[in-house]
């Protein structure tokens, strides 16, 4: 290949094979898991929280319609709250449909003419009921709408809903105040009724947001944990990713050639782009070879990236086989994993420099000693599995050091002068 640099010809053949037979596409497979958990991940089995708060909000209606039914005589004009219950079966009706036809995609303008339709439906119930002079016996339809926006929690944002449930929180409270006399025969009914109204998509908010989240770090658990099966030296998972760009941009480039499509020599652009190619794959192919599945399992994590650091001068967390690495990944996971804002825990392992051998006569192992300090971790509540962890990775001795739990840990490992 003569219009192309030497070193950059057989840097994109390696490249090529390797694509094929080091296992890059599935890795890249998990980096593209990683961006589409973060971006779509959260809504992973959400539908079946979608039906249920729809089934939560038909149950609703039907009981709320038999009040209404049952009360119906006492109302100077039925006709606002027979619009209002139409008007919210219609909304209702049709965002059920569009969360069917449409799955997890909510249109902006078709949830604000469902707020809007919700809206009215509160209105025309207030109407109806402002004569009777008691808001928390009387409101149904209005009741019913706080279910309604129950069905939109898993398709927008947190935020809006809020907004919304606050929205409706004043109405109520607004209304109580103008039509029901604050007695203490009155005020226990209307606290009632206006929690009725407002806790439901509030818990519901709360609960998606919560699933969410243990979705995302379950997800990021499973990636992560990959990487004790990786070679000592290897790299990441983001990493793969680029490389498989590159190796196909090689691929491509080197097709062109062999097809005759790219005439002989290369163009001086051309051969830039090649070499530029090939000096990012051999950047890739070196930083392979300096770091560890752990430095890659920390790095690459969204909840260890936060609160764990790593000191491995000696890259000798490569040389732990996978149970121990299943032990040690396992056990910073769970010691970091504390749910708190104020002060969250944070873990940081120090691995080597290797002991002296004791016994002179044991030459086919070593030891390596492994230093987690945490913050923010106190020992009586570190989860029992967290020690079982430990234990697999060596003999350990927990201390508290500032308040917080130091573990330290001696790994005995094969010598990697005999393998």
């Known amino acids: 290949m003569s219009g192309m640099p030497r070193s950059a010809e057989n840097t994109l053949g390696v490249a090529r094979g390797r694509r094929r037979l080091a296992g890059v596409p599935a890795s890249s497979t998990a980096a593209r898991a990683v961006v589409h958990a973060n971006a779509q991940g959260s809504s992973l089995g959400s539908a079946h ?3 249920g708060a729809g089934v939560l909000c038909a ?5 709320g319609l038999v009040a209404f039914a049952t009360n119906i005589g006492s109302y100077p004009s039925a ?3 027979v619009l209002a219950w139409l008007l919210f079966i219609a909304a209702f009706a049709t965002m059920s449909l569009s969360i069917a036809t449409r799955g997890e995609r909510l249109p902006t303008w078709l949830f604000a003419s469902y707020l809007a339709a919700l809206a009215a439906v509160v209105a025309l119930d207030f109407v109806a009921i402002a004569p009777l002079g008691d808001v928390g ?3 149904t339809a209005s009741v019913t709408a706080g279910f309604g926006l129950m069905t939109a929690v898993v398709h927008r944002p947190a935020r809006e809903l ?3 449930v606050a929205a409706l929180f004043i109405a109520f409270v607004t209304a109580i105040v103008l039509t029901t006399p604050l007695t203490a025969e009155t005020i226990p009914g209307q606290i009632t009724t206006v929690a009725i109204a407002v806790f439901p998509p509030l818990v519901a908010v709360f609960a998606v947001r919560q699933f969410r989240r243990m979705v995302q770090l379950e997800l990021d658990r499973v990636l992560v944990q990959s990487t004790v099966s990786a ?6 998972m983001l990493a793969s990713e680029e490389l498989a760009r590159l190796d196909l941009a090689a691929e491509e480039l080197l097709d062109s050639v062999a097809s005759g499509r790219t005439a002989l020599p290369l163009r001086p652009k051309l051969a830039s782009t090649a070499a530029s190619l090939a000096t990012e794959l051999r950047l890739h192919l070196i ?8 430095y890659h399992a920390i790095t690459e994590s969204n909840q260890l990236g936060k609160s764990a650091t790593l000191k491995d001068a000696g890259s000798l967390a490569g040389l732990l086989d996978p149970q121990q690495r299943d032990g040690l990944l396992s056990a ?3 010691l970091v994993a504390e749910k708190k804002k104020s002060s969250p825990a944070t873990a940081q392992l120090v691995i080597g420099p290797v002991l002296p051998r004791i016994d002179p006569g044991s030459k086919r192992t070593i030891t390596i000693p492994i230093v987690i300090t945490t913050t923010g971790v106190h020992r009586n509540r570190v989860d029992p599995s967290a020690w079982a962890a430990i234990a697999k990775v060596g003999r350990f001795v927990d201390s508290t050091e500032h308040s917080s739990l130091r573990v330290d840990i001696e790994c005995i490992v094969p010598n990697p002068a005999d393998q």
Do not use: D, S
């Open 287 to 294: 930083e392979g070879r300096r770091e560890t599945w752990l």
């Open 162 to 164: 809020i907004v919304a």
């Open 231 to 236: 070679p000592r030296f290897a790299v990441g």
């Open 49 to 51: 929280l979608a039906l």
């Open 137 to 139: 016996a009387y409101a």
């Open 332 to 334: 910073v996971w769970l």
């Open 79 to 81: 006709l606002p709250a």
């Open 59 to 63: 149950i609703q209606a039907i009981y």
